[in-house]
């Protein structure tokens, strides 16, 4: 049974950075895509930031791009989601989704796609 575990969040300063890594045991495969969602205190999940295996492309969310970035390590079977000029309205539980098998650019945005969750790592960026 394929497990994925996020690591890395805790309380920040604005303006501060964060890392968050995510691993996936237990299976054999390489993910072909990893991702990153976050939910706000009272909101709904949001698509944060992707990165495919091969090729490497990444796609970020308006409102994080420029600040986020996303990177793997395709033989630890890793992804990493660093953070920086952390905002107030970063505060959130962020999760790392994955996907096994390749999809298209469009469907790369939506949870529903994704084989496999973490349980969440929160993130709370304080003013």
């Known amino acids: 049974q394929a497990q994925v575990m996020e690591s890395g969040g805790g309380l920040v300063e604005v303006g501060g950075s964060v890392r968050l890594s995510c691993r996936i045991s237990?299976?054999?495969?390489?993910?072909?895509?990893w991702a990153w969602f976050r939910q706000p205190p009272g909101k709904e999940r949001e698509f944060v930031a992707h990165?495919?295996?091969?090729?490497?492309?990444?796609i970020y969310a308006d409102s994080v791009k420029g600040r986020f970035t996303i990177s793997k390590n395709n033989a630890e079977k890793m992804a990493f989601l660093q953070m920086d000029s952390l905002e107030p309205e970063d505060t959130a539980v962020y999760f790392c989704?994955?996907?096994?098998?390749?999809?298209?650019?469009?469907?790369?945005?939506?949870?529903?796609?994704?084989?496999?969750w973490g349980q969440g790592t929160q993130v709370t960026v304080s003013s």
């Open positions: 989704a994955i996907r096994m098998a390749r999809i298209v650019l469009s469907a790369r945005r939506r949870p529903e796609h994704y084989d496999y």
């Open positions: 990165i495919s295996r091969d090729p490497s492309s990444s």
């Open positions: 237990g299976h054999t495969s390489s993910p072909y895509h």
